[in-house]
Every structure is written in structure tokens, then in C-alpha cells.
């Protein structure tokens, strides 16, 4: 039932709109559950650069504003730093010992060493040094972390339209959607519990040894496999949701719906473009934090004065703000050059 301008009362038929929703979504989406579909059914244009040279356009346009890009990432570090604060030099320095004693018959030489480098640094990026955060503190960084990204939408959006804008406006400007971008996030959280299903698992079934039996382990990484390819499958369809919404007057489940349309027939190659992404992020991780690390253990053996110096976790936590600045600029730049290819659904 909806009300007209003039006063009266139209009566809608709830059978009929759910058909039409139906037919909508059917035409949408072509594809059927269980039944094949024909190539050139399902062939989707999608022109996008080469994956170095669309990783040289990210970096050229943010390093033509890297003033305004490194003063929003000094910015989430302030931030962070006052109301999340930051890893734990003590951590560290447990896990370095802890590291060193059980790994000295292994990890022996140079390659040894760089190894345990590289353990400490998958240790900080999966958040092993953040351990001992309040729950406050969690929900503060989800937060700053939420309006960086939003700022960094928004930033581009303005500059890529010719405006010419400061952190502050962005800043300002940015954060009138944080309520809906949070709720697409935490859609796009439930999407990943299929994968955190899988990694559970694989926790048990490492203690209970049940990966060394021939038969139960292939049924193991089966379902794993298949749990981890629902998540990955979800996530890929949702993820330029988070740049959808930031569009005025967008509801989250219209930029789910409207993100999902978007990847149609393109989810493989936008998954290997974020894939790219990651890879990239994660080798310049190795390259900055294990020279560090290594320094650092070796000049804290040298001068143990040293070790109390929370050299590692402010580099991490600089780190961690140029990540995140620069995720959100790929993820919006390759958003808007799928955008740019308007092809119907395949």
C-alpha cells in the first residue's frame, strides 16, 4: 500500500511485486544454478590496463597528491596511536626470544634468520604484536579505519573530478555515510565466516591429527576448499560495495545489490586483480619490515637498551596507514574502470 500525492490510496499487490522483484533479478543475473551456460552466454567485456601498469597509475595518482595521501595516512596513525594505541614492544621482543630458542636448530644462517624475520612480520600483520587490546580500543580502530577508507574514497572521487580539495574537507566531508559503510562491512564480515569455518577447522584438525588419514583428510580439504571458495565467491561480489555506498542517497543493500550486477561474468579477473593487490602489499611488507626487524634484534643484542625502544611497532603502525591508504585507492580506481566498461550482464 503507498500514498500518492494527492492524498490518496493506491493497493499494491505484495504477489506481484515479488514477481516483478523476481523477474528483475532473473534478468540481472542470466546465469541458473546447476544448468550450463554457453560461452558466449556468459563473455563480459572488461578492459582494464595490464596489472603493472595499472599498479604505476595507482602510484602516479597518489604520489601527484601524495602530500594530501601521506597527511590522511599520518593522520590514521595519530589517530590510532592516541585511541587504539599501538603493538607491543614487549610482544615483540617475547615473540623474537620465543622464536630464537625453539627455532635455533632450524632457522640457522642467513636464510634462517630472514625466515624468523618473515614469521615476525606475518606475526604483526595478522595482528600477533595487537594481542592485548580492550574491546573499546578494537572498536575505535575498526572505526578510524572506516573513515580512512571513506576519506580516501573521497578525496579521489573530488580529485579525479577536478576539484581541488584539503585532508580537511575529506575529513569533514567523508564520514556522512560511516553508518551504512559499517553495515555493508559487517555484511561483508558474515560473508567471510564460511572461510573462518574453514581455518577453524584446519586448527582442529592439525591437533587431532586427523590431516595424517588418507580418506578423512581429502574429505577435510574438500569441504575446506569449499567453504573458503563461498567466502571468496561472496567477497568478490560485495567488496565494491564499499565504494557504492559512499554515493549519495545509497541504501547498503541497493550497493550490495548494485555491486553484485557490477561483477557479473568479471568476477574471476576482478579476484586476480585483487589478488595482485595483496601480493604487492605483502612485498613491500618483506622489503621494509624484515631489513627492520633484522636491525633491530641485532642492535638490540648489541645494546639491549635498545630493545626497549618501540622502534618496530610505531614502522608497523606507519605501515599499516599506508596500506590502508593505498587499498582503498586501488580498490577505487579498479571500481571505477569497471564502471567505465558498461556492458550488460553476462
Known sequence: MTKKKNGSVKITNPIKTTKKRVRDYLKRRPHRSFRFTRRRDYTRSLKLPKYWAFTFYVHKTLWANKKIFLSLAIFYAVMTLLLAGIAS????????????????????????????????????????????????????????????????????????????????????????????????ALILLVQLLPLALAIIGFGAASISGLLSNGVEAMLFWIAAGLLASLSIYLVTGTLFALVIITLPGMYPMQAIKASGDLVIGRRIRILLRLVWMALIELIAWALIMIPLILLDNWLSAVWPVIGSVPVTPVV???????????????????????????????
Do not use: C
Open 316 to 346: 608497523l603502525l606507519l605501515l599499516s596507514a599506508l596500506t590502508i591508504v593505498w587499498t582503498s585507492s586501488y580498490i577505487y580506481l579498479l571500481y571505477r574502470k569497471v564502471v567505465a566498461d558498461d556492458a550488460e550482464p553476462a
Open 89 to 184: 614492544q614487549d610482544t615483540f621482543n617475547s615473540l623474537s626470544d620465543t622464536l630464537n630458542s625453539t627455532g635455533s636448530e632450524v632457522l640457522v644462517g642467513v636464510w634462517g634468520k630472514i625466515g624468523g624475520a618473515g614469521l615476525l612480520m606475518v606475526s604483526a600483520m595478522t595482528g600477533g604484536m595487537s594481542s592485548g587490546l580492550s574491546d573499546v580500543q578494537q572498536i575505535y580502530a575498526g572505526l578510524i579505519t572506516l573513515l580512512t577508507w571513506l576519506t580516501s574514497v573521497w578525496l579521489l572521487r573530488n580529485i579525479l573530478a577536478g576539484h581541488k580539495v584539503k585532508l580537511r574537507d575529506g575529513i569533514y566531508g567523508a564520514g556522512s555515510p560511516i553508518v551504512s559503510t559499517f553495515l555493508v
